[in-house]
Structure formats: C-alpha cells, structure tokens
C-alpha cells in the first residue's frame, strides 16, 4: 500500500517495530483487490488499509490544483467517518459500527487527513468539528498522539494531527494535555544536532528509549514544527544557514531548522532518500522523497529542494502511476510547495493523472490556499467550531484518560 503515514499503522498492528520508518512497499498492480471497490473512491487497490487516506490526499489534491471534487468521492469520504467522529482506513460496511468486535477501528492518521480534505473542499463544519473533538480526546500527556487510541505518541501521527487543526485555523500550541502541546513531543523527539542522525526526528524512541533518525517522521516533524499541513505553500527563504542548537528543549523553530537540515543531508547525491524497510534492497524512496521536498520547501530552503525535486520529475512518474492517488497527490503538493506547475511535471500532467484514479472533478475553480477556500465557503467560523469540539472534548478526554490508566493497571 501506497500510505505516506503507514509505519503508525503497520506497528499498530505489529508488522513493524516501533522506530521502523514510515514507508511501505508499493502495492502491486496485478493483485486482485479483496474487497469490491466502491463506487466514488479514488484508486483501484484494495482499500483495507488505505481507503480513507488516498480518498482524502486526492480530495485535497484536487482542491490544491483548483478543481471542485466530484460529489460521490467526498460523499464516499463523509460516509466513512464513525459515530464518535473518527475515521478508520476503511469502512467495508458503513452500517456496521466502528469499534468493538468486529467493528473497523478508527485512526489518528486517517481521522486527521479526512479533517484536511473536508476542511478543504467545504461545507461540512459537522463531519469536521467532529473529527476534531475525537482527535482531542486521544491527546497523550507528552502532547503528541499515536495512531490508535492509547497508542503512544509518534512523530508521524503528531505531525498529521496538527495538520487536521492548523487546517482550521487552530494554533496548535494551544492544544495541550497535562501542560504539554504537540510541539513539546516533537522537541523530545528531535535529535541532537552534534550526534548520529543530528537534527532528525525519530518515529518514536525504540525499546531502549534510543532515538533512531527516521527521513519520512523527519519530514512530518518538519511540517508539525511548522504548523503546516499536507500542502503548504513555500516557505519564505531564511537570512541565515541554520545554527545547530544545544539545547534540550528546542523551540519548534529550531525543531523544524534542524529536521530540514538533516533531510538535505540524508540525500544521495543524485537527490533523492533512499529506503530504509528492514530487509529492503538499496532503492531510491519515492514518497519519502516527495515528503522532504514539501518539507523543505515549506521551511523556506527552496533552494535545497531543486536537486530532489528535479530528481522526482525525472524518475517518479512510473512510480506513481503503479502506486495510485496518493502517491500522485504528494506529488502535486511538491510541486505546490515549489511553486511549479503541476501539469507539467517532467513530461506528465499530475491533475489529469490523479483525476483519471477517481471520480472527475465536477469543476474547475479558482486556485488559493484550500484552507482558506474552506473557510470562505462556510457558513460558520472556523474558531466556533474548534472552540466548541475543545469544550466538549474536555469532557470525554477524561473519560477517555481513566480508561486509559486503568488498562495499564
């Protein structure tokens, strides 16, 4: 499966360690899907695992390219989304409950891309007030969120998370549980910059409490640190290299300074991130790849960016034709964030190649910042919505603590 954020989601279900990167092989085309494919979702792979999260890199995708998705895919997105407000990857019986025995398990990842989407595309304050109640509920007292309920906390699915709320105007330092906001679990997650690995992100420590340079958590640190989400604009450029900092807390400015710099340093010299699966051959990492170039972009280092951004227009064209919506949608936030055009990306046209894996856009609109679209389209605020899904999030984030501490009992 194509899933930019899949390492949360295969150790959750214990395929990879905890520290493992967040990568996964690329499906494969001529494997039969096991479920029926529904009519309105994007792609054509199994969607077990995945379904929620290329529906909604596509959605925001299209809207990032300026076109008006078609209305079965986002009715396909809204129709997974559980009672409580969570989405899981997939909803094969969108009768049945989610949760309990047998039911499908909502995620931190997909319940956060699904906030993007929605947010982006416009006229569904409910599905996403919602989604953001139940996402607070999940916050652990380190700050940061895990992929499941419980689970502790990883860079990958912070990074999203503060995506789905920064989405709707929302300062992520102000989200805090136990005192702690999203950016101090990135900051402890950062990496000394005068060590091995200096200036990543781990995924999360290893069993040893180690930390262990991980690219794709690095690029989503990035974009936490930055409070930015999937499809960022290029940052602006800074007036001096970054200065590697000592201290043990850094501040999310220097959490994102030293993660881009890593990734600019993690590159082969013929621009790309190679991957890092355990047992994997030495391979260039495509989406990893596109993830740094957004990243980096979005820091302001343009300039470092050209090399694998040039290398990506090269080579990942084949890569994304086999591996389906998601991997064309990261594509075009690259683009997006280099300000380059997207319709000619080394030859291909990645709209008509990510509108061609799904329902056709209804039509074109005016291009700006999805988020902003969004909230112009609304008929109510954006700052109502979350004030409103904190305050009632207080409530069944206790619950939800004490059930927590008294499983771990």
Known sequence: MNVRRSAAALAAVGVLAAAAPAMAADPSPSAPPKV???AGLFGKTDPTYDGVWRQSLALLAQRTLGYRPAGSAVDWLVGQQCDKGGFAAFRADTAKPCEGKGGAQPDTNSTAAAVQALQA?????AEVRKALVW??????EDGGWGYSPGAPSDTNSTGVAIGAFAAVGQDPAKLHAQGKSPYDLLAKLS???????????????DKKGKLVANADATAAGVLGALGKGFAPKAGKAPEQNSICRN?????PAEVASDGAAYLGKAMNPDGYLKSALPGAKDQPDYGNTADAVV????????????KPYAW?????????????????AELVFAAHAMGEDPHDFGGTDLAQ??????PAPQKAAATAEPGKRAEHDSGIGVWWIVGAGLVFGVGIGILLSGRRKRQQL
């Open 121 to 125: 595309v416009g006229g569904h304050d």
């Open 353 to 358: 190649a990510l509108n061609a894996t799904g």
């Open 135 to 140: 996402l607070t509920t999940l916050q652990n």
């Open 312 to 328: 990506l227009e090269k080579n990942a064209a084949k890569w994304a034709e086999q591996s389906g919506p998601a991997a064309y």
């Open 295 to 306: 990243a980096l972009a979005a820091k302001g280092w343009a300039g470092q960016a050209k």
């Open 36 to 38: 029926t494919i529904p």
């Open 247 to 251: 201290s043990d807390k850094p501040t």
């Open 191 to 205: 990496m000394p910059c005068d060590g091995t690995g200096g200036g990543a992100l781990a995924y999360q420590p």
